[in-house]
């Protein structure tokens, strides 16, 4: 059974204070990690997808990086628009993915 | 449209009605998924529709639970005899290929009084 685990369960950081959020798996032939943004309310928007241990992919202050066991989300200097719940899913052989049950990232002015 | 919709956007119901939930995926989107959200839980899923392909509902909780997809078009999820612990956020999401980025929805929040 496809399992994801997410750590930790909520931050709450001051403005520029950077943050890395982990994202353990277990998936029979991983053939994507997904990094999703939730606000309150609102359905999850798509960050990046990993493929392979070993890639990287960056978008302004966040970057995504894969390990054959686990994916990090490391954001630098965050402000407080990147004040949200951040989702992390694995898809293997079924091609659904698997969510675990998010990071809460609060950042304070 | 550009992106996934979802009708109602807010449904309210009285314990034992049944409720339809409809979801309008990406153009051309082969794939279509939906998952439940319960107050500060993970995405559960629910089912998944890949092209014409027998849907994979080996997620849905009991039952009461049915959804059915119009080609490659809408799709309604419906729960009969609605109970309380249905009550949640239900997501739909649809992505181009099996390994393509999956697209969410805004979902549908369901209360059961």
């Known amino acids: 059974e496809d399992q994801v685990t997410q750590s930790p369960e909520a931050l709450r950081l001051q403005e520029g204070e950077s943050s890395s959020l982990n994202c353990s798996y277990t998936v029979s032939g991983l053939r994507g990690l997904f990094w999703y943004r939730q606000d309150p309310g609102k359905g999850p928007e798509f960050l990046f997808t990993?493929?392979?241990a070993g890639e990287e992919k960056e978008k302004e202050r966040l970057k995504a990086t894969l390990t054959k066991k686990e994916s990090f989300l490391h954001i630098t200097a965050p402000k407080p628009e990147d004040s949200a719940t951040y989702l992390c899913a694995a898809s293997g052989g079924s091609y659904i993915p698997t969510f675990g049950r998010g990071t809460s990232h609060i950042v304070h002015p | 449209g550009a992106g996934v919709s979802q009708s109602p956007s807010n449904k309210v119901t009285e314990k034992g009605k049944d409720v339809e939930l409809r979801c309008d995926p990406i153009s051309g989107h082969t794939a279509l998924y939906w998952y439940r959200q319960r107050l500060g839980q993970g995405l559960e899923f629910l089912i998944y529709?890949?092209?014409?392909?027998?849907?994979?509902k080996s997620g849905l909780p009991s039952d009461r639970f049915s959804a059915e997809r119009t080609g490659e078009s809408v799709s309604t999820l419906t729960i009969q005899r609605t109970q309380q612990e249905d009550s949640a956020v239900y997501l739909c999401a649809s992505s181009l290929v099996n390994r393509g980025v999956v697209f969410f929805g805004p979902g549908t929040r369901l209360t059961v009084l």
């Open positions: 990993l493929y392979s």
């Open positions: 529709f890949q092209g014409n392909s027998a849907p994979d």
